[in-house]
């Protein structure tokens, strides 16, 4: 298998339950969200992969897709199944459902996982952690599939035991990105209203 520098992980299998319909079906703005995200992300990794179980997203998109090992398991499941498919030394991991990423957040990820050599380099946003727009090595699957085999399907069970570095706002303002800028990027869409506030923000 060819391994590569970076990996895009766009992560599209969820039920989108909340939504009524296929969150990464939703178009935004000329694309749908999980072709904006795809996009986003070739911009900056080697090589991007989907992980959808939904023939419908699979065939809409010029990118390699993969289905869950384990459906429907949370995204600890959808990160796994990403690894497992292509080789890396670090991964994009990048939710649909946060379709107004941007390419320099994602570049800023990537420089701060080269430079510190963590395990896993999450943002902090208004005091949260924002583990699906973050960069992971790929010497976290092996505890990846613990946790899930232990039917730990949480990403914090996964924090207990790497090293995770966080990525706080100062990183991302002083390289020119404004905290407006910083709250779209990591709004995330999970009903129709919250999708209907992403558009008007587009308009």
Not at 96 to 102: T, V
Not at 170 to 186: D, N, R, V, W
Request: negative net charge; contains cysteine.
């Amino acid at each position: 298998m060819k391994r590569y520098g970076t990996a895009g992980l766009v992560m599209a299998g969820g039920r989108s339950s909340r939504m009524g319909g296929d969150k990464a079906l939703l178009p935004v703005g000329e694309k749908t969200a999980a072709a904006r995200t795809a996009d986003m992300a070739s911009a900056v990794c080697d090589i991007v992969v989907v992980i959808t179980n939904s023939d419908e997203t699979a065939e809409s998109l010029s990118y390699v897709s993969v289905n869950d090992l384990r459906p429907y398991e949370g995204p600890l499941a959808g990160i796994e199944a990403g690894m497992s498919a292509v080789e890396a030394e670090w991964y994009l991991v990048c939710a649909c459902d946060m379709p107004l990423a941007e390419e320099k957040a994602a570049s800023i990820l990537i420089n701060e996982a080269e430079k510190t050599g963590a395990d896993a380099v999450i943002p902090v946003i208004d005091g949260r952690q924002q583990p699906l727009f973050a960069v992971y090595s790929r010497r976290v699957l092996p505890e990846i599939s613990r946790c899930l085999d232990r039917e730990e399907r949480s990403m914090k069970a996964l924090f207990r035991s790497i090293h995770v570095t966080e990525a706080q706002e100062p990183l991302f303002l002083e390289s020119g990105m404004t905290k407006e800028a910083l709250s779209l990027l990591f709004y995330n869409m999970n009903r129709p209203e919250e999708y209907d506030w992403i558009i008007s923000r587009m308009t």
